[in-house]
């Protein structure tokens, strides 16, 4: 009965000796992870990487790294004009959330005077010529006045007319 347990425990330690090759071959066999990288003592020295105890720190004052960052097409808008122009001044930074009709910045250029200068004059005149095309129609349609003047009127006014609106187009384009 002796033996038999004598011989009982040789097989199990055989057998548990075998086992533990094999799993040490297999541990061996597996490829190494590639998302682990390994310093030798003398790579920490050249590169002058110091390991230290955890602390808690303000990261902004601390971490100074180089990078670049990309941001999805959704996320990105580019924002120019239809006229050349100097910005005076900019009411944002990159990467700020802006809403629509928001300021961004301040444009300077003399053709926006120009412009502005023409666009007023133009009102006003429609506005002459609006009073004058209504006493001209009044009067031709009494055939108290020729048909060539009221013409030449309604043609003036609805010239100027289509001048106002194109330069509210432009000045609302800048």
Same mark, same amino acid.
């Given at each position: 009965? *002796?033996? =038999?347990?004598?011989?009982?425990?040789?097989? $199990?330690?055989?057998?548990?000796?075998?086992?533990?090759? #094999? /799993?040490?071959?297999?541990?061996?066999?597996?490829?190494?992870?590639?998302?682990i990288i390994e310093f030798t003592d003398?790579?920490?020295?050249?590169?002058?990487?110091?390991?230290?105890?955890?602390?808690?720190?303000?990261?902004?004052?601390?971490?100074?790294?180089?990078?670049?960052?990309?941001?999805?097409?959704?996320?990105?808008?580019?924002?120019?004009?239809?006229?050349?122009?100097?910005? *005076?001044? =900019?009411?944002?930074?990159?990467?700020?959330? $802006?809403?629509?009709?928001?300021?961004?910045?301040?444009? #300077? /250029?003399?053709?926006?005077?120009?412009?502005?200068?023409?666009?007023?004059?133009?009102?006003?005149?429609?506005?002459?010529?609006?009073?004058?095309?209504?006493?001209?129609?009044?009067?031709?349609?009494?055939?108290?006045?020729?048909?060539?003047?009221?013409?030449?009127?309604?043609?003036?006014?609805?010239?100027?007319?289509?001048?106002?609106?194109?330069?509210?187009?432009?000045?609302?384009?800048?």
């Amino acid at each position: 009965m *002796k033996y =038999i347990k004598y011989i009982l425990f040789a097989s $199990v330690l055989i057998t548990a000796c075998n086992s533990k090759n #094999e /799993h040490s071959e297999m541990v061996q066999k597996q490829e190494p992870n590639k998302n682990i990288i390994e310093f030798t003592d003398e790579q920490f020295k050249v590169t002058g990487i110091e390991l230290g105890n955890i602390e808690q720190k303000k990261l902004k004052s601390v971490v100074k790294a180089s990078g670049y960052l990309a941001v999805p097409p959704q996320n990105k808008a580019n924002v120019s004009t239809f006229i050349g122009a100097v910005i *005076k001044q =900019i009411f944002v930074l990159e990467g700020d959330y $802006v809403k629509k009709g928001q300021t961004l910045a301040i444009l #300077e /250029h003399p053709d926006f005077i120009k412009l502005q200068q023409e666009y007023l004059a133009t009102k006003s005149n429609l506005s002459f010529l609006e009073k004058e095309y209504q006493r001209q129609k009044e009067l031709f349609e009494q055939n108290a006045t020729a048909g060539k003047i009221f013409q030449k009127i309604e043609a003036d006014y609805n010239t100027e007319k289509g001048k106002l609106s194109s330069l509210e187009s432009q000045l609302r384009l800048i």
